[in-house]
């Protein structure tokens, strides 16, 4: 990345918008060509990353008879003579002799030559013989029954979580392959930034700085405190200084604020001047459009990302669901998101030739989807009430009744949204 700095006049004329839908898919397919790097990690150190080849069984699921009961595996008509008794764990010796009998436990391995299992509670047992009726359907677990031996579970690019830890270690693994989790940075710019306590004088409070980064974290980055920096001053030196320091340990660096170019919008000046190029600058869509992705190979080959995210809080955040989404979703080596459907409980206006990302609240057992209030760009109190943002596309409105796409905002690695 090259050391020189822009001059501040150095502005070239921003070229027309990219459609929301088509900023997405530009981004997720940069991401994916760029995919982060296949380790071998310990099945408890998995949570949240991203299977980099598919989960196959190393044996049949089960790989042998199991009993599903507490009984008696029998061989014969009956009544059976008990000749021993077997427990989970424990191998058993075959049945060899028609009318005997062992004892077995659920989940205990049924011994050959057994002809059923008979449920404890349906038999007797008196003068050392066991009397009783087997079900017409075997009670116990046939080898392959869940799975055989090298099937294919789940395909590579599915997200992992505490179901699939379970199912991993169910099939013998003791290891997963996985995409390298995403490292990610946060530079907040702007002087008029407070980081404490409440606003006042002409100063607003970060609300970026601490939320942004448990945003990331909720689309599976690792984001360490000392990766968070700012607000870094408003010069053009500074800026460059703190986008290079910060693309040296990160995959993807956000920026907030700075993204229009006004007297103290850097961020153009500062990418041009490392050498980046634009995938995305600026976005039809409201709010939030002066959005940006931008790409950067270092050095040593390796490309890096910068999204430049608006300083108004909720136009940072669709930022977020609009740019870095995807374009993670690419470097994990998972699908392009699909957006679910929602019903419009009430009418969403449109916003002209501009996609409309509405936030909304949805009642889940009704697949409903409800305005909230305060939803300006600078309020987060609408986003705190909020699931997801309603798609409202170009040249539309939505009105109550209608099915429409909704962009759902991130849940923690491990959770299924209900």
Not at 316 to 343: F, Y
Request: charge should be negative; proline fraction near 11%; charged fraction near 20%.
């Amino acid at each position: 990345m090259s050391t020189e700095t822009a001059p501040t006049t150095d502005r070239v004329a921003a070229p027309p918008p990219a459609g929301w839908e088509e900023a997405r898919s530009r981004v997720y397919a940069v991401g994916l060509a760029a995919a982060l790097p296949v380790v071998a990690r310990p099945l408890a150190d998995t949570d949240g990353s991203t299977l980099a080849e598919p989960l196959t069984t190393r044996t049949d699921l089960p790989a042998f008879p199991t009993s599903s009961v507490d009984g008696w595996a029998v061989r014969g008509a009956g009544p059976w003579r008990v000749v021993g008794r077997v427990l989970a764990g424990n191998t058993p010796a075959p049945l060899t002799e028609d009318d005997t009998t062992v004892e077995i436990a659920t989940g205990a391995m049924v011994p050959e030559g057994a002809t059923a299992v008979l449920r404890v509670e349906e038999s007797t047992i008196a003068d050392g013989l066991v009397r009783g009726t087997p079900r017409s359907t075997p009670e116990w677990r046939q080898p392959g029954e869940e799975a055989y031996a090298d099937e294919e579970l789940l395909p590579v690019g599915t997200p992992v979580d505490p179901a699939v830890i379970g199912l991993a270690a169910s099939c013998g693994h003791d290891t997963l392959r996985v995409r390298r989790a995403p490292r990610a940075a946060l530079l907040v710019f702007g002087d008029e930034l407070l980081t404490a306590g409440p606003p006042a004088a002409g100063r607003v409070r970060d609300a970026l700085g601490p939320a942004v980064p448990a945003w990331l974290r909720r689309y599976g980055c690792q984001v360490r405190p000392s990766d968070v920096v700012g607000p870094v001053a408003d010069t053009l030196p500074a800026h460059v200084a703190a986008l290079r320091a910060a693309l040296t340990g990160a995959d993807l660096v956000c920026t907030t604020g700075g993204t229009m170019n006004g007297p103290v919008d850097h961020l153009h000046p500062t990418l041009q001047a490392l050498g980046a190029d634009y995938v995305v600058n600026t976005v039809a869509v409201r709010p939030g459009f002066p959005m940006l992705l931008a790409r950067l190979v270092g050095d040593d080959g390796r490309v890096r990302f910068v999204a430049g995210l608006p300083g108004n809080p909720q136009s940072a955040i669709v930022a977020l669901v609009s740019l870095v989404a995807p374009l993670l979703a690419g470097l994990q080596g998972r699908p392009m998101p699909v957006l679910p459907q929602v019903t419009l409980a009430e009418a969403v206006p449109g916003r002209g030739d501009h996609t409309h990302l509405a936030l909304v609240r949805v009642d889940r057992a009704a697949g409903t989807a409800f305005p909230v209030r305060h939803v300006g760009s600078a309020m987060l109190r609408g986003l705190s009430g909020a699931d997801g943002f309603a798609v409202i596309r170009p040249g539309t409105s939505g009105a109550a009744g209608d099915r429409v796409p909704i962009v759902p905002l991130p849940l923690l690695p491990g959770e299924r949204a209900s």
